[in-house]
T-cell receptor
């Protein structure tokens, strides 16, 4: 079945450091890919998405490119801020999974000043 | 729109009691999802509805769990009887038709069963 694997955390960085959170997926068909972010005590919010191969999603300085050849959707940011501290979830939908989002286990990011 | 609204935000109950979690989706959204979040298992899809009809409930862990959507603006997730291992954060989310559309999440209900 469809699944998402993302790097385990926590990831601890200093402010202005470069961030990469790896995400790979297994899916039949042509899924859409998402990154969601969860701040403490809140629900998940969409950060960015890509709906077809080679699409790049971007938002708030974060980027991720849908790589069908490597089945990956790695999240990157060139310069993190303390306010980026949160849990990040990679997810997919579509294909065999239908409309429901299937999530990875989440990666906790902690940024210190 | 106020977004997806869940109630209560926190629930503490004793083992064996019935628990009912509530969700109001965003008006006009025709998909509604229930997820459970734990440290061990992450975010698990429990069940989802399309136009008030349950489409996939394969994630519901046991018969103690049931979910209903009597109309387009309300859904419940019920646990009866509750057990300590049901302690988790339960999220409701809604979206418009289409597998590449964004799902909007409520703030969750933190359930503690003692």
């Amino acid at each position: 079945g469809n699944s998402v694997t993302q790097m385990e955390g926590p990831v601890t960085l200093s402010e202005e450091a470069f961030l990469t959170i790896n995400c790979t997926y297994t899916a039949t068909g042509y899924p859409s890919l998402f990154w969601y972010v969860q701040y403490p005590g809140e629900g998940l919010q969409l950060l960015l998405k890509a709906t077809k191969a080679d699409d790049k999603g971007s938002n708030k300085g974060f980027e991720a490119t849908y790589r069908k050849e490597t089945t990956s959707f790695h999240l990157e940011k060139g310069s993190v801020q303390v306010s980026d501290s949160a849990v990040y979830f990679c997810a997919l939908t579509g294909g065999q999974a239908g409309t429901a989002l299937i999530f990875g286990k989440g990666t906790t990011l902690s940024v210190s000043s | 729109d106020a977004g997806v609204i869940q109630s209560p935000r926190h629930e503490v109950t004793e083992m064996g009691q019935e628990v009912t979690l509530r969700c109001k989706p965003i008006s006009g959204h025709d998909y509604l999802f229930w997820y459970r979040q734990t440290m061990m298992r992450g975010l698990e899809l429990l069940i989802y509805f399309n136009n008030n009809v349950p489409i996939d409930d394969s994630g519901m862990p046991e018969d103690r769990f049931s979910a209903k959507m009597p109309n387009a603006s309300f859904s419940t997730l019920k646990i009866q009887p509750s057990e300590p291992r049901d302690s988790a954060v339960y999220f409701c989310a809604s979206s418009l038709w289409g597998s590449n559309t964004e799902a909007f999440f409520g703030q969750g209900t933190r359930l503690t069963v003692v």
